[in-house]
Nanobody, 115 residues
Framework: QVQLVESGGGLVQAGGSLRLSCAAS????????MGWFRQAPGKQRELVALISSGGSTNYADSLKGRFTISRDNAKNTLYLQMNSLKPEDTATYYC?????????WGQGTQVTVSS
């Protein structure tokens, strides 16, 4: 069983920045692919960014250049640096870990961007 705990969300003005963290329990972190997803009210959950166990990254096209995903395997922690935030970035942000066919989600952290 893997537990994921997100933190770092909050209220920020448009143009501001936030860094989300996702702390993982267990020993598989460095071997697993991880990702950030988000879900706005009334909308489906969507991919934000992915990072492989080797550090390769992929982003939603609309977010390239503003968001950066990274990981610190020594700390079992995943990060999402979000810059130039827009009101449309308002959502609950979730981290996900995938390993050998198993996947786990965190509980989410709310990000609200005011105009």
């Amino acid at each position: 069983q893997v537990q994921l705990v997100e933190s770092g969300g909050g209220l920020v003005q448009a143009g501001g920045s936030l860094r989300l963290s996702c702390a993982a329990s267990g020993s598989i972190f460095s071997l697993a692919a991880m990702g950030w997803f988000r879900q706005a009210p009334g909308k489906q959950r969507e991919l934000v960014a992915l990072i492989s166990s080797g550090g390769s990254t992929n982003y939603a096209d609309s977010l390239k250049g503003r968001f950066t995903i990274s990981r610190d395997n020594a700390k079992n922690t995943l990060y999402l640096q979000m810059n130039s935030l827009k009101p449309e970035d308002t959502a609950t942000y979730y981290c996900k870990i995938v390993y050998r066919g198993y996947s786990y989600w965190g509980q989410g952290t709310q990000v609200t961007v005011s105009s």
